[in-house]
């Protein structure tokens, strides 16, 4: 039962110091946590999107939405890094944040592994499907084998930058130029000749048209001579190259994403790392050489 105000509008003791605490306070570490909830549920579901595009058949076709889905892992895979690091400045000693039983700071490096070329078609394969997964690898002119940002140099590379003693290196290309492209090269789908025989044997196929009605063999079509069939010009095999513009990063989101490498490195060096076996899953890089 709530007491009535004294007069003069002032609240009994009590009462004043039950407003002042409790329900703010203590909802913040939950708060704190349901954001990097939030933040590691949009980052899966990218994945799983980008996962889905990769085995599709026609990948020329989806380099563009690719390239976007891979610019929205790059932001959200900071945006998850940093809100685990705030949120662990509110713990009582540095705790891993762990999501399916697993530090999810340790799953990050390794979650676009799979887009790799050998990676992908020994995943493909075991699917039973074709894989050409070296699309965006070709795209990009760089690997993604432990590169979560999706940037030029990935963190093997960036830890020698970040040992002590190392200048600092230059966040963009340029003093000029605020953004960093990244990606952009050309891509074109690579189609292999027919050969003479196959050729030969369509041509060869009978339709109701072909049907032989006639005794007389100079009212018959002649055929080709067999040095001219299954030869055609070598500009026709060439598929027309996939041209998508490459990405633009911020100066700033570079920095914000140097910050993140560093704290994925710093994690790895604390726990271990993690890699990808070659049925996708998760285990220590000691067990998986």
Known sequence: ????????????????KKNKGGGGSGSAPGRWELDVLKAIILREDYLSRLADMSKSASQYTLVG????????????TVEVVETIATWRKQQPKHMPFKWNGINYLLKVPSDLDFMQEVHCLWFNWLDATRSQCDV???????????????????????????????????????????????????VAASVHPMSPTTAAGRSKGKTAYETR???????LPRPKPATLQGTAPSASLKAKPTVVLPSQVGDLDVLRIREAE?????????FGRYKRDLYGRLVPGIVFC
């Open 136 to 186: 965006m690898v070709r795209w990009l002119g760089f690997s993604f084998e432990r590169n979560p940002f999706v940037m030029p140099d990935s963190l093997d590379s960036r830890s020698q930058v970040f040992e002590p003693g190392r200048a600092a290196t230059p966040t963009t290309t340029s003093m000029d130029d605020p953004f960093l492209p990244v990606g952009g090269q050309p």
């Open 213 to 219: 009605i006639l005794n007389d063999d100079d009212l």
């Open 1 to 16: 039962m709530s007491r009535l105000p004294r007069p003069g509008g002032k609240l009994h003791p009590s009462d004043s």
């Open 262 to 270: 560093k704290l994925l490195l710093e994690e790895e060096a604390l």
């Open 65 to 76: 939405s690719m390239a976007n889905t891979l610019d929205l892992i790059r932001l959200t």
